[in-house]
């Protein structure tokens, strides 16, 4: 049976390369998911299935019951360690195809940077979109950010959860919720913080306190 995205929505995106092994991105993790993150996105494409495989289900003992796992792009792997769903990026499979290969097991998340993209992907029929880049970040250094503005446009053309990514921190976040997201993505936030479960409690306050003030469901102060 699939799960339901959460609202609000603090995603962890993980990154071998700030963490530097594998033991450090399943302690950091852990650590995050005790401070408020509820979704883990594990992204590591350059590891092998194998090695993939290995990692997600470490992961998945680190969020079971506390955290939804997200695989990118692998939908055997994502099947494979019981994963909640898997990440799709605007060239990957077409969600038919990775729901059809998950037999409707999996929730399916789809990467977009537009609203034209966010309207392709709600009618393919994804569960939630992810949607950058929001604000400058070093990971893409030669990516135009679009601001709350792409947010904005997005939440007002498409019926989806919306987690924002690109450049968020705790000083950020609540200009991402308001503007009508359902949560947020980071990755450096997070895990290359000194304290990666103070990291994530104080994001998620900023997303708790923002969210009764999301566009169209209150007024902004």
């Given at each position: 049976m699939k799960g339901r995205i959460p609202a609000p929505c603090l995603c962890l995106v993980t990154s071998l390369s700030v963490c530097g092994d594998a033991a450090t991105l399943v302690e950091r993790t852990g650590a995050a998911?005790?401070?408020?993150?509820?979704?883990?996105?594990?992204?590591?494409?350059?590891?092998?299935g194998g090695d993939l495989l290995e990692l997600a289900l470490r992961l998945r003992e680190a969020t079971q019951g506390q955290a939804l796992l997200f695989v990118n792009e692998r939908v055997d792997v994502a099947m494979a360690c019981g994963a909640d769903g898997v990440q799709l990026g605007e060239r990957a499979l077409p969600v038919e195809a990775a729901r059809r290969l998950s037999s409707g097991k999996l929730?399916?998340?789809?990467?977009?940077?537009?609203?034209?993209?966010?309207?392709?992907?709600?009618?393919?029929?994804?569960?939630?979109?992810?949607?950058?880049?929001?604000?400058?970040?070093?990971?893409?250094?030669?990516?135009?950010p679009g601001g709350v503005a792409l947010i904005e446009e997005v939440a007002s053309r498409v019926g989806l959860p919306l987690l924002g990514i690109g450049g968020i921190e705790a000083g950020n976040a609540a200009q991402v919720i308001r503007a009508g997201a359902s949560g947020?993505?980071?990755?450096?936030?997070?895990?290359?913080?000194?304290?990666?479960?103070?990291?994530?409690?104080?994001?998620?306050?900023?997303?708790?306190?923002s969210w009764p003030c999301r566009s169209g469901q209150g007024e902004t102060p």
């Open positions: 998911v005790r401070g408020g993150v509820n979704m883990v996105q594990l992204r590591e494409k350059e590891l092998s929730l399916i998340g789809r990467s977009v940077h537009s609203a034209e993209g966010a309207l392709e992907a709600e009618e393919a029929g994804s569960d939630v979109l992810t949607v950058g880049t929001v604000f400058a970040t070093a990971s893409h250094p030669g990516i135009r947020v993505a980071v990755i450096r936030a997070v895990l290359a913080a000194p304290d990666p479960e103070e990291a994530a409690r104080a994001l998620w306050q900023a997303i708790s306190l």
